[in-house]
């Protein structure tokens, strides 16, 4: 008889995403998530970042899918460092 070991199945890597949300009052709020919609409505329950708990509801303006934590964590800073205006265009968002 031959004993063998459990096989593993790898599990496929989460895909991260970096999010620009507009919040009620116009200003933005960036952040990154693995899962996405589960991380809007969190928001949008009072539940999520505490700067966008007093300026709800936030809509979702744009999230970019990134291959890692890492890749996300990059960005979101690259996002965070510009101008209010210079965010839309890093998604290529129209500014209307």
């Known amino acids: 008889m031959f004993m063998t070991e459990p096989m593993s199945i790898p599990t496929p890597p989460k895909t991260w995403y ?6 009620q009052d116009g200003t933005f709020y960036t952040g990154i998530t693995n899962a996405l919609e589960d991380r809007i409505a969190t928001h949008n329950a009072g539940k999520g970042a505490k700067y966008t708990r007093g300026r709800l509801p936030v809509k979702l303006l744009h999230a970019m899918a990134c291959l890692t934590h890492s890749e996300a964590l990059k960005a979101e800073i690259q996002l965070k460092k510009l101008p209010k205006k210079n965010k839309r265009a890093y998604f290529d968002i129209d500014q209307n």
């Open 18 to 23: 970096l999010y620009l949300l507009e919040c």
